[in-house]
């Protein structure tokens, strides 16, 4: 992408077009394991969670329940998670990694490295760190 002018003098114009061109690194990187961003986030999600409920899994992830339904379903398919009744309530699901998807996510996980690298590569080890306390930053908001 090619920015002049007054898109070049627009923070958040340069920061859309960069958020475009990581969101194709990922994508790209992703695609050699045959799943997506949000597999990717729901699995990460289960790394840091562990076995949870469905719906405790969509709050933390900040993902509709519907949304979340799909993905389970992609990743059970594939083996990457079981989901069970919660023996504490019938009506809940508890979903969590098996063998095979602490696999995947470990693959995943190093295709997203592969792609930050690629993305931060004329980053100085400084600069990265800086810039990254600014994403955390902009991310969490100071509306």
């Known amino acids: 992408m ?6 070049a003098e627009l923070d958040v114009w340069l920061l859309s077009g960069a958020a475009l ?18 597999h990717y986030r729901v699995m990460a999600g289960l790394a ?3 076995e949870s409920t469905q ?8 993902l ?4 979340l339904v799909v993905l389970l ?6 083996g990457a998670v079981s989901r069970k009744p919660d023996p504490g309530n019938r009506r809940r699901n508890l979903v969590k ?8 996510y470990q693959e995943m996980d190093r295709a997203v490295e592969q792609a930050n690298e690629v993305m931060f590569a004329a980053f100085t080890p400084a600069e990265r760190e800086q ?3 600014v994403l955390v930053r902009l991310a969490q908001g100071s509306e």
């Open 64 to 67: 509709d329940a519907g949304n």
């Open 2 to 7: 090619t920015v002049y002018g007054r898109l």
């Open 55 to 62: 719906a405790e899994l969509g709050r933390a992830l900040g």
């Open 21 to 38: 061109r990581a969101q194709r690194l990922l994508c790209d990187y992703l695609d050699t394991t045959g799943l997506r961003m949000q």
């Open 73 to 78: 379903g992609d990743l059970e398919e594939r």
């Open 48 to 50: 840091e969670l562990g």
């Open 131 to 133: 810039f990254h306390k």
């Open 97 to 104: 990694h098996t063998e095979r998807g602490r696999k995947l």
